[in-house]
């Protein structure tokens, strides 16, 4: 028998290609810019913005990756994100506690602080491979 393939095609209403409306396409991008990616329980609008940076070169806690007091966040929905070691080997993503059989190779756990704006985080990493990597921070919130 031939393998049969079928196509259900849906409306997305009219805020397809771009506005965030009805579980469009733009739910799904991932971009330095602001972008709409949903609605929370409250009706507000869910950004999104990933912000890249690097890492220390030394452990350290409550370490500034960002000021982000521009977007105005009113209530942290995810923060979440991904590194590459020095040698653009091994790709992890955080919040992260990384154990290898011979020892903990890195860690890193973030926070945002509402009074500053800064999203801070504690980092541990007692091998090297991870010191000054590259790291892209995808934070979701709504507005004030």
Sequence with gaps: MENRYCLQMVSCGDGCCGNGNGGTAVENVYSTEETVCG????????????????????SGNG???????ELKVDRLINMYG???????????VFPISYNRTNGLFGAVNMFYNN??????????????????????VVIEYTKK
Aim: proline share 3%; charged share 15%.
């Design 63 to 69: 370490i500034v990756f960002a000021n982000v007091s």
């Design 115 to 136: 009074e500053n704006g800064n999203i801070f985080y504690h980092f541990f990493n007692n091998d090297g491979q991870y010191s000054g990597c590259t790291a892209n």
């Design 82 to 92: 991904n590194m590459t070691d020095k040698g653009s080997i091994n790709q992890i």
């Design 39 to 58: 609605t929370w329980i409250d009706g507000k609008p869910i950004y999104r913005k990933v912000i890249p940076g690097k890492l220390a070169n030394d």
